[in-house]
């Protein structure tokens, strides 16, 4: 049993500019532009009414679920370059107090959990760390960056060996918006 055809619709907001060719997408924004690689062999792609309209004739199920992905990734660009993304983590420790500090594309946690060594998290392409007393801000327009880094700082702090009910020292990440 075969769908005649398949169609997925991404909204495009004023000022913001979609170019799609064969292998790419490009997404210009108020924030800045966004490029990123995708094979669009098989998919029907058109904007019109303000919409990007991805099309398939007859998918198959993996077929279905790849067109919806590019949409969704689509989408997500869209909404980068016109609002951005922001996560929020909290510090959050017991005794010994975590020193966090941004330096150059690293974010540094020292004295966790009372160790000599610090800790450090990679911050990913033009995601920016932003740290106001006992909250980190982690923004950018690239999602798959934004929401990377901030779990690499959260997955820095993870405690090993040690009972987590009772040692919860650590960095969290408490909200995730637009």
Known sequence: MCIDMVEYEV????????????????????KGTLKRDMV??????????????????????????????????????????????IYKLKIVFAHFPINASVEG?????????????????????????????????VEGIALEEVSQTAANIETATKIRGKDLRVFSDGIYITNKAE
């Open 105 to 137: 594309k690293r974010f540094v946690i020292k004295n966790f959990s009372g160790e000599k060594k610090p800790r450090f998290a990679d911050i990913l392409g033009d995601t920016k760390v932003k740290i106001e007393g006992q909250e980190v801000f």
């Open 40 to 85: 669009f062999e098989g998919v029907k792609h058109e904007i019109k009414d303000g919409k990007l309209v991805l099309s398939m004739k007859e998918p198959r199920t993996k077929q279905k679920a790849v067109l919806g992905t590019m949409a969704a990734h689509i989408r997500n660009m869209v909404v980068g370059v016109s609002k951005g993304y």
């Open 11 to 30: 909204t495009i907001p004023t000022g913001v500019e979609v170019h799609v060719d064969k292998h790419h997408v490009e997404v210009k924004g108020p």
